[in-house]
């Protein structure tokens, strides 16, 4: 596994819509833009090691989205729909002066990825979707009752319980992910939270636990897939619940991303880029090296 001490990762705070948002740089800023877009609940750093395997071909970058690891919070009257990341993905790079870019997104941010590839296709040079098409489709007569159960949550929110150390941190990540590395769960526990008064308390905020009033729709999701121009390498890991061999319409999703090359990646779960960096790294190289 990576040294993590070791990760050359420039640190600053992007000024969007209003908001500060974490911003980690790899590398040489004159080589080809790699963005990374991390998963629901994670943070840049989740990146760490997969962008030390990366950044010596490419000038890499992650953000910690809204509400997650270092950036801030929506206002009060503002929130986490996908429409929201993808309008800050747009002005973060424009902040950043990063005309075209490689797209690389996990899980949520794979999906916020692709979304954002679809509406801007001639801004993205290349997409790495790894595994962001598992989103739970909901039935629109179950929309109404979710739009009041969010609204009457949105007052008091249930906060994440707070934690004796980082370590105990640690080991609810591992609780989640018997395939992540213990070294790799202290640095992300350490990176993903702040201690205040002898207790440690999760970065993101409560609001993101609420569900949303605007669940994932496939069909407006295909939409974006299918307005796709760039080369796509969709990825997945051998162990994961979001294989398309699983589930029948993860397979009938992938479909919409035409012509895109697929891998599986052994040994791997759903954060596959945790599980095998070196393996995801080459995978990703392989394909950019085409280009």
Same mark, same amino acid.
Do not use: I, N
């Given at each position: 596994m990576p040294d993590f001490s070791s990760c050359a990762a420039h640190l600053s705070a992007t000024p969007v819509r209003g908001l500060s948002l974490q911003t980690l740089?790899? =590398? !040489? @800023? %004159? &080589?080809?833009? &790699?963005?990374?877009? +991390? =998963?629901?609940l994670d943070h840049a750093h989740t990146f760490d090691a997969l962008a030390q395997a990366l950044s010596r071909d490419f000038y890499t970058l992650a953000w910690s989205a809204r509400g997650h690891g270092g950036s801030s919070w929506a206002s009060p009257d503002g929130y986490y729909h996908f429409v929201e990341y993808v309008a800050d993905l747009h002005h973060w790079l424009a902040a950043l002066g990063l005309e075209q870019v490689i797209l690389v997104g996990h899980s949520m941010g794979g999906m916020i990825a692709s979304l954002y590839a679809g509406a801007w296709p001639e801004r993205v040079r290349a997409l790495v979707n790894m595994e962001g098409w598992m989103a739970q489709a909901v039935a629109p007569d179950e929309i109404p009752a979710r739009v009041r159960t969010w609204s009457e949550q949105l007052v008091k929110p249930s906060g994440f319980r707070? &934690?004796? @150390?980082? %370590?105990? /941190? /640690?080991? %609810?990540?591992? /609780? =989640?992910? @018997?395939?992540? !590395?213990?070294?790799?769960?202290? +640095? &992300? /526990?350490a990176t993903g939270t702040f201690e205040r008064e002898g207790m440690f308390h999760w970065r993101h905020d409560p609001r993101l636990r609420l569900r949303s009033p605007y669940p994932f729709q496939p069909e407006v999701a295909a939409a974006y897939w299918q307005d796709i121009t760039c080369p796509t390498l969709l990825l997945w890991g051998a162990d994961s619940p979001a294989h398309p061999r699983q589930v029948a319409a993860y397979s009938e999703r992938l479909a919409h991303f035409r012509g895109a090359q697929a891998q599986e990646i052994p040994a791997a779960g759903h954060n596959l880029h945790l599980h095998q960096p070196q393996a995801v790294a080459t995978a990703i190289r392989a394909f950019l090296t085409d280009l």
């Open positions: 740089t790899w =590398g !040489d @800023s %004159r &080589l080809p833009p &790699l963005v990374c877009l +991390h =998963g629901y707070p &934690l004796p @150390s980082v %370590r105990a /941190a /640690a080991e %609810r990540l591992l /609780a =989640g992910d @018997s395939q992540m !590395d213990e070294a790799q769960a202290l +640095h &992300l /526990a």
